[in-house]
């Protein structure tokens, strides 16, 4: 059966706890916490220990961050991987499964001039590498997960594709490290996205949603039929949690997704 989550910034309220009763209401399973840098995250903790107490279900949190752990500069790689081991924890005590995190946004592509990163391909991969095996020792030890999210070659230069996130975590080789997909993304650069699902099904831990462009399921192009197929197929069990942006009405457009991937999976 799919269980579907919003992010909390796609909720109407003012509160967790207002944001949960219309989720609900609207068919959801869970929210999406999302976390800022500066450890914003972890200064919510009262908030999101209360919140967890009232029942509102969180289990997962999206980064949001202006740098990342594949940073080009070490001061803010290193503040990054700082800021992503507080989040593990902050999720972990709350009961979560995980915090997903692209390798970087919006820091380079090979799309644009001057075209050639300044580090070599292969230096870009052990500092990934390092990364996700510092991340994901203390991801286990958390008791959660990091996601490792691929973006589109235009957000990011290093990691695009299933196989790409798949190859590193097979190479960490810890079960702490997982793919965090994202239907949008793959619609950009997977060839069969059904198909990288299926190939991938044993380093897949969790889903993100938007249709082809990046509006809420359902506004695009995208074969959900496919791609929900695909899931159900691995057997997977795990959240559908919308990230997007909405088209229409907004509280209406929130609404429909839950029921739109549920028909759309049946």
Not at 44 to 62: F, I, N, S, W, Y
Request: proline share 5%.
């Amino acid at each position: 059966m799919l269980k579907t989550a919003a992010q909390e910034q796609l909720l109407p309220g003012e509160t967790l706890q207002a944001k949960w009763e219309f989720a609900q209401d609207a068919g959801y399973d869970a929210i999406e916490l999302r976390a800022k840098g500066d450890f914003h995250f972890a200064s919510r903790l009262d908030e999101l220990k209360q919140a967890h107490k009232d029942g509102v279900v969180m289990p997962t949190v999206c980064v949001e961050m202006l740098h990342f752990f594949g940073a080009f500069d070490d001061d803010l790689r290193r503040d990054a991987i700082a800021q992503m081991k507080s989040q593990l924890t902050v999720i972990g005590e709350l009961g979560g499964l995980g915090a997903q995190t692209p390798a970087s946004y919006g820091m380079f592509s090979r799309r644009l001039p001057p075209f050639e990163p300044p580090r070599t391909e292969e230096e870009d991969r052990q500092v990934l590498l390092a990364g996700l095996t510092e991340l994901g020792e203390h991801a286990r030890k958390e008791g959660v997960t990091l996601f490792l999210e691929p973006l589109n070659r235009y957000e990011d230069h290093m990691v695009n594709r299933l196989e790409q996130a798949a190859d590193l975590i097979r190479e960490v080789g810890l079960d702490s490290v997982r793919i965090g997909i994202d239907s949008y993304h793959m619609n950009i650069e997977e060839s069969d996205p059904a198909a990288a699902v299926v190939a991938h099904a044993d380093v897949i831990g969790h889903a993100q949603v938007s249709d082809s462009n990046r509006f809420q399921p359902g506004a695009g192009h995208l074969d959900w039929a496919a791609w929900l197929g695909a899931l159900h197929t691995i057997g997977y069990d795990g959240y559908l949690a919308a990230e997007c942006r909405l088209t229409g009405d907004p509280v209406a457009a929130v609404r429909s997704v839950p029921a739109f991937l549920k028909r759309s999976g049946a």
